[in-house]
């Protein structure tokens, strides 16, 4: 398996946070600087870990705009466990479970292009990778992502990626 996910703006983001990494291996989310990744900011996501009756919560604490954009609403304090399925839900979980990254798609078809970004209607695979944060006393607080819309209708997209094991 390779050791890089070569699509932008997956490089650079692995890059920076591999970077921030500590000796133990893990992030700090204190350490992350979105303006040293301005240039990918608006395809980075942040949510907030936190439990309700020990059940797990995920909630959007930063969107960037690029995302916002393409998904048509800004989802900015909205928990994921409201907006997404169950599959997406489980995948968080898995992060905070194992302490690892993951790696997320979900196909999106946009029957309409009002109110989004779309010129038409399109099918749309959106690609998440996802990292766990650690505070100070090694709590897994935040999820920090970077996602990518790849165009299904649109032939000419390069749609190849190579998935990495961190």
Same mark, same amino acid.
């Given at each position: ?10 490089? !650079?983001?692995? +890059? @920076?946070?591999?970077?921030?990494? +500590? ?22 996501? #942040?949510?907030?870990?936190? @439990? !309700? ?9 930063? #969107?960037?705009?690029?995302? $916002? ?22 995948? @968080? $979980? ?15 078809? #946009? ?6 970004? @779309? ?5 749309? $695979? ?41």
């Amino acid at each position: 398996m390779t050791d890089k996910f070569e699509n932008y703006p997956f490089k !650079e983001f692995r +890059t @920076y946070l591999k970077n921030l990494r +500590t000796d133990s291996g893990r992030i700090q989310y204190d350490d992350i600087n979105l303006m040293d990744v301005y240039g990918i900011a608006p395809w980075i996501y #942040v949510l907030d870990v936190g @439990y !309700e009756s020990s059940i797990a919560t995920f909630t959007f604490r930063f #969107v960037g705009t690029g995302m $916002c954009t393409r998904l048509g609403f800004d989802p900015t304090g909205k928990r994921i466990n409201d907006l997404a399925s169950e599959r997406v839900y489980n995948a @968080y $979980c898995n992060i905070i479970n194992t302490g690892r990254p993951h790696v997320l798609s979900m196909i999106r078809s #946009v029957d309409s292009a009002e109110n989004f970004s @779309y010129k038409k209607a399109q099918t749309n $695979c959106l690609i998440r990778l996802a990292y766990p944060t650690f505070s100070s006393n090694n709590k897994i607080d935040k999820i920090i992502g970077v996602g990518q819309f790849i165009s299904l209708d649109d032939p000419e997209t390069d749609q190849s990626y190579e998935f990495v094991r961190d």
